[in-house]
């Protein structure tokens, strides 16, 4: 993909705007993260049968390939699940119902993510924006590894022993060559993002105001002739895709973007794969369902629907 013309500078005026809405959505964050964690006690105190009520699915943030045994990772809003690579099946990892924004795979059993604890965790003492997050054992625990209680990661990617990363508190886009220091590189409004996986400084962003793209490694972002994408995903081999809001699919090939398929509802993660497309949405009973594509995302399968919602 080749950008075209950049984008007008805001004026002082608009950029203060700007800032004080990130400022104001900073503010907001914590109390409201307070209230689910809150409410989310309350779901794990209800008893039925004497079987605690486990929230599902609910709303899916991120999906991802473990290299290990192939399973399909989902990270949602209550902790991430596990669909093995033979069954349909999602099984919830772990103990945690941490709420995992930004999510990505970084090898084999070892996950990188971001967002905000259960409650368990905020009694035992995290923060309410938990920076970066590690997992090397499948997703079962997690550790922290930097800027915690100062970053809402949610969009994550690690590509050419990078991190990249979107901060959702303050809009910006950051870069970690050991996950610890981070390099801010722009600050701007964003769904989504993906690395090419063969230039560590070509990457696509999906925006409120369209499509995006960066080839000095997301230090300048410039418009592009792609469509409002609410999310996209980048494979060596399956090539570069994108997910519009009302669920059309669209593939990038020779420098077009052509819609070939639909999705039943409006995404919320998509994930590109040799083997195959993955895609989270809502079905026309906001239903949230797991879906696979073998045909280059022209039709698609049912894989989950979660039975909890």
Do not use: C
């Amino acid at each position: 993909m080749s950008p075209q013309i950049r984008r007008r500078p805001s004026t002082w005026s608009q950029l203060r705007r700007e800032r004080l809405a990130l400022l104001i959505g900073a503010v907001v964050l914590v109390p409201v993260a307070a209230w689910g964690v809150t409410q989310l006690a309350n779901d794990e105190s209800d008893q039925r049968d004497g079987v605690t009520v486990d929230p599902g699915v609910a709303h899916v943030h991120g999906l991802g390939i473990n290299p290990a045994d192939g399973s399909l990772i989902v990270a949602t809003h209550y902790g991430s699940f596990r669909i093995p690579s033979d069954g349909d099946d999602a099984e919830r990892i772990g103990n945690s119902l941490q709420d995992t924004m930004g999510f990505t795979v970084a090898g084999p059993d070892h996950f990188l993510g971001s967002g905000h604890p259960d409650f368990a965790g905020m009694q035992a003492g995290q923060p309410g924006q938990l920076g970066l997050i590690e997992s090397t054992d499948g997703g079962a625990t997690w550790a922290s590894i930097s800027l915690s209680g100062e970053v809402d990661f949610h969009g994550l990617a690690f590509a050419h022993d990078l991190v990249y990363g979107w901060d959702s508190g303050t809009g910006r886009f950051m870069v970690s060559a050991d996950s610890e220091e981070w390099e801010t590189r722009s600050t701007l409004a964003m769904y989504d993002f993906a690395v090419d996986p063969k230039d560590p400084d070509h990457l696509v962003g999906a925006t409120p105001d369209g499509s995006v793209a960066s080839t000095d490694g997301g230090r300048t972002w410039n418009d592009t002739d792609g469509p409002p994408f609410l999310a996209v995903s980048w494979d060596a081999h399956a090539g570069l895709w994108g997910a519009d809001e009302r669920g059309g699919i669209w593939s990038h090939t020779d420098g077009h973007w052509e819609r070939v398929g639909l999705l039943p509802g409006q995404p919320q993660a998509l994930l590109a794969t040799p083997d195959g497309m993955y895609a989270a949405a809502h079905d026309n009973a906001q239903v949230t369902g797991i879906y696979r594509s073998t045909d280059d995302g022209r039709s698609w399968d049912l894989r989950y629907r979660d039975g909890q919602q």
